[in-house]
T-cell receptor, first 117, second 115 residues
Framework: AQSVTQLDSHVSVSEGTPVLLRCNYS??????LFWYVQHPNKGLQLLLK??????LVKGINGFEAEFKKSETSFHLTKPSAHMSDAAEYFCVVSGGAGGTSYGKLTFGQGTILTVHP | ETGVTQTPRHLVMGMTNKKSLKCEQHLGHNAMYWYKQSAKKPLELMFV???????ENNSVPSRFSPECPNSSHLFLHLHTLQPEDSALYLCASSLTAGREGYEQYFGPGTRLTVT
């Protein structure tokens, strides 16, 4: 079975300061990992994905995430927050080959990011 | 139109009504998905279609009936819904289903309110 835990339900930062959204995962097989963003009344947009290539993954809008197998973490970061980054962020795991969760996406509970002027 | 589109964007229906949600993808994908997003709950996968065949029904009540006439179109037929079915219904597509690393692309969703 696979699971994903987003460690913070809400994160609040000031514009121009760094963003850190934390995600831990559990998967019996080598997973793929994704971060999605959802702005109010919109669908989910893919920010970035990890699929066993480079452990540091760069995404859109200046976001990046680092896959750390030893810590089973895939935290999302951005050096400088912008007002337009205010949204809900979802960490997602997709099970690796050989497992019953192969190819299925499991979503975290979401982290709401608030950006203050 | 590009990406994944969903209609209607908002729907209010009574418990005895019958309505349908429509999803269309313009990405050349072969897999399509229905998800339910309720407040305070993780995104719930409802159905998966791969090359027009249903490959997953995640214990969804029969008052929700999916239909996939081709790889580009997906419908969700609704009848005799309950108030707890009020939610945002999201459609997604991917190149194929059952393969790791194939990201899903989501539509904007249909906000459903059951009165």
């Amino acid at each position: 079975a696979q699971s994903v835990t987003q460690l913070d339900s809400h994160v609040s930062v000031s514009e121009g300061t760094p963003v850190l959204l934390r995600c831990n995962y559990s998967s019996s097989y080598s997973p793929s990992l994704f971060w999605y963003v959802q702005h109010p009344n919109k669908g989910l947009q893919l920010l970035l994905k990890y699929t066993s290539a480079a452990t540091l993954v760069k995404g859109i809008n200046g976001f990046e995430a680092e896959f750390k197998k030893s810590e089973t973490s895939f935290h999302l970061t951005k050096p400088s927050a912008h007002m337009s980054d205010a949204a809900e962020y979802f960490c997602v795991v997709s099970g690796g080959a050989g497992g019953t969760s192969y190819g299925k996406l499991t979503f975290g509970q979401g982290t709401i990011l608030t950006v203050h002027p | 139109e590009t990406g994944v589109t969903q209609t209607p964007r908002h729907l209010v229906m009574g418990m005895t009504n019958k309505k349908s949600l429509k999803c269309e993808q313009h990405l050349g994908h072969n897999a399509m998905y229905w998800y339910k997003q309720s407040a305070k709950k993780p995104l719930e996968l409802m159905f998966v279609y791969n090359f027009k065949e249903q490959t997953e029904n995640n214990s969804v009540p029969s008052r929700f009936s999916p239909e996939c006439p081709n790889s580009s179109h997906l419908f969700l037929h609704l009848h005799t819904l309950q108030p707890e079915d009020s939610a945002l219904y999201l459609c997604a597509s991917s190149l194929t289903a059952g393969r790791e690393g194939y990201e899903q692309y989501f539509g904007p969703g249909t906000r459903l309110t059951v009165t």
